[in-house]
C-alpha cells in the first residue's frame, strides 16, 4: 500500500469510527475534543502533501464534477446548521457540482426527530478558476459567487408538501469586502479536500445518492 492510501485510510477509519453514531450528518470540530480535532488536522495535512491532483481544475476536472457529500468540516456555516431551531436536526449535507457550467449548489437535508416535518436548505453558486499571481496556469484555486438560499419544506406528518418546496427564496451571502476563495487541497475518485479562503476545511466523499437532485436543478 502506498504511503498515499495508508494515509488516507487512516483519516477515512477515524472519521468513520466519529460518524458511527450520527446519521450520516457532517462532523464539526466543536463536537469534538481539542486532541481529535487535532489528530485530524495532522492527517488531512499529511494527505494533501501526497495530493496525487496537483492541478485539478486543468487535469482532473472529471474528478470533480458530480455529487460529494461533507463528512467533516470546520467552516462557521457548517457549525450554525449543527444548532437548528425548532428541534429540527441536521441530516446529510452535498454539494453537487456542474463543472461543464461551473455552476454548483450546497444542499443541507434537515428533519425533525419525532418526524413531524422534514426538508433542506440549498444554495446554489457559480464559481471560476482563481488566477493567482505567482501560478501560470490554473492552479488549485476557485472564486465563488453564492447566488440564492432556497428552504424547502418536503413533508410535514408523513404527506408531501409540494407547495412549500420551496416556501423561501432569498438572495445568498457573500462576503462584504472579498471573494469568496476555495483551494482543491486533495482530490481522487473517492475524497475531495477543500480549504476555504478564512481557513475553514472541509472533506468530503464522492456519492451517488442523489438522484433526483441533478445539476439542472439550479433555479
Known amino acids: 500500500m502506498t504511503n498515499q492510501l495508508l494515509i ?79 428541534g429540527l436536526k441536521l441530516g446529510k449535507v452535498y454539494q453537487v457540482i456542474d463543472v461543464a457550467n461551473k455552476l454548483f449548489f450546497n444542499l443541507a437535508k434537515v428533519k425533525h426527530p419525532l418526524g413531524l416535518v422534514s426538508g433542506y436548505v440549498k444554495v446554489t453558486a457559480s464559481f471560476e478558476p482563481a488566477k493567482e499571481d505567482l501560478e501560470p496556469l490554473q492552479n488549485k484555486r476557485i472564486n465563488v459567487y453564492f447566488d440564492k438560499r432556497y428552504l424547502s419544506i418536503e413533508n410535514i406528518l408523513g404527506i408531501n408538501t409540494p407547495q412549500l418546496n420551496p416556501f423561501k427564496v432569498v438572495s445568498a451571502n457573500n462576503p462584504a469586502s472579498r471573494t469568496a476563495t476555495l483551494d482543491i487541497t486533495y482530490l481522487d475518485e473517492t475524497l475531495r479536500i477543500g480549504r476555504g479562503g478564512d481557513g475553514s476545511l472541509f472533506i468530503l466523499s464522492k456519492s451517488d445518492n442523489l438522484p433526483e437532485f441533478t445539476s439542472s436543478n439550479q433555479n
Open 8 to 86: 488516507k485510510e487512516k483519516l477515512q477509519t477515524k472519521l468513520e469510527n466519529i460518524q458511527s453514531k450520527s446519521d450520516g450528518s457532517p462532523i464539526t470540530d466543536l463536537q469534538l475534543d481539542k486532541t481529535l480535532v487535532a489528530e485530524i488536522e495532522q492527517l488531512t495535512t499529511e494527505l494533501e502533501s501526497v495530493n496525487p491532483n496537483l492541478n485539478p481544475l486543468l487535469y482532473a476536472t472529471s474528478l470533480l464534477e458530480g455529487a460529494w457529500q461533507l463528512q467533516y468540516s470546520t467552516a462557521r456555516e457548517i457549525r450554525s446548521l449543527a444548532s437548528l431551531p425548532f
